[in-house]
């Protein structure tokens, strides 16, 4: 999985996941040629990598004995991590978006990755349960359709948008769509809470902890849900409730394509060719959850923008790691954190790919970057519920 044998990094985890569902277990080479699968040789899985376009080794048991115990050395900084059982995956997204409206939907049909998509009823009715791994679409937690109101108020798909979620939150029993929305917002915060693991892009990041911390505040003006907001709902909000985020201020006025001063969209002053974020450097054997998550053939990723591009340093909890960071002012890319017994992973943007993606823009063919050093990351968090726990060392 280096950078210079690997031909299609994507489709090789779609390779590791096809394993996995076959009942075999696979190892993974934390940093060991940019985070190499060790998979059993068989004649099937060989011919799937072929017809994958995926590059792959075959290597004898002695060799495979001697790369492990190499990675096993404590002057090396790698370990095999041992990947059990194909996690169950769930996108939440509603219905009619297409696959490259969202770059892990895109991303998990390129890896050829089987996933299961869900919304609101599902979610409401306790249909989290049954997978291992969540993803939140570009969704607005906050009732506000994505603060769109200022450019698109008169656009159709705006108006037909409001009208849907509007009716559905009635079907649902809830006078407005933010009251139903945060009802959703709960039901996931619980199914982390109870152990599932959750990686939510764009503006699903922010607005996400924004409706933990307004639960019984109305933040929403009138065009929104036809009341005005509570007085002083600044002052009310909690940050105690919140994933990742803290002292943020929200955005009062309806006409800001923002949700609140977590996202650096609007404060960032970078040019395009000089923005790149970097990967922080974990112990493999110590911590080897983030090693995980940072694998890929390069520490430099390029950056891309979204809704939710990044997120303010000052603005994130103590206890939340900071993955990857644009150095150049200190901004956060990609924050991992624990919540209960599960795990959650925000990545700010919208496509790795697709520098500033705006509505209406054509899809990204994946077919063109098939090494993609930002779309590995998506892929990293995939697998992350296969490995298979270790005991704490002491």
Not at 209 to 228: T, Y
Not at 285 to 294: A, F
């Amino acid at each position: 999985m280096d950078a210079d044998s690997q031909k299609n990094h994507l489709k090789a985890y779609g390779i590791t996941y096809w394993t996995l569902n076959r009942q075999l277990k696979v190892k993974w080479l934390l940093n060991y040629r940019g985070g190499s699968f060790l998979l059993p040789d068989t004649e099937e899985i060989q011919r799937e990598c072929q017809i994958r376009g995926v590059s792959f080794e075959v290597i004898s048991n002695s060799k495979a004995e001697n790369i492990l115990q190499e990675i096993s050395s404590p002057s090396k900084n790698m370990d095999a991590v041992v990947l059990e059982k194909a996690p169950k995956i769930a996108v939440y997204t509603p219905d009619g978006k297409q696959p490259w409206d969202d770059a892990v939907t895109m991303v998990l049909k390129y890896a050829e990755i089987p996933y299961e998509t869900i919304y609101d009823e599902e979610v409401l009715n306790d249909g989290l349960l049954a997978f291992d791994w969540l993803h939140l679409h570009h969704e607005d937690f906050t009732g506000q359709y994505g603060k769109f109101y200022a450019q698109y108020r008169s656009a159709s798909w705006y108006i037909e948008e409001k009208k849907t979620a509007e009716s559905r939150a009635r079907r649902f029993g809830f006078d407005k769509v933010s009251e139903e929305k945060l009802a959703v917002a709960l039901k996931i915060r619980n199914y982390v809470v109870g152990g599932g693991f959750m990686f939510a892009m764009c503006s699903a990041t922010d607005s996400f902890d924004i409706a933990l911390s307004a639960e019984g505040v109305d933040i929403c003006e009138p065009m929104f849900d036809g009341d005005g907001s509570d007085p002083g709902y600044q002052n009310k909000i909690d940050y105690n409730k919140t994933f990742a985020f803290t002292n943020f201020t929200l955005e009062r006025s309806p006409t800001v394509y923002e949700f609140s001063s977590i996202d650096m969209t609007q404060k960032r002053r970078i040019p395009k060719t000089s923005d790149y974020f970097t990967l922080m450097e974990y112990s493999a054997k110590w911590d080897p959850i983030p090693t995980m998550l940072c694998q890929n053939h390069t520490a430099l990723v390029k950056g891309f923008m979204g809704q939710t591009t990044s997120f303010s340093r000052d603005e994130i909890k103590s206890n939340v790691l900071v993955m990857g960071e644009t150095k150049v002012n200190g901004e956060a890319k990609y924050i991992h954190g624990i919540k209960g017994k599960g795990f959650f992973t925000f990545y700010g943007g919208h496509d790795p790919e697709d520098y500033q993606h705006k509505v209406g823009d054509a899809k990204t063919e994946l077919d063109l970057h098939p090494t993609s050093p930002g779309y590995r990351l998506i892929l990293n968090n995939v697998l992350f519920p296969a490995a298979k726990k270790k005991k704490q060392k002491t």
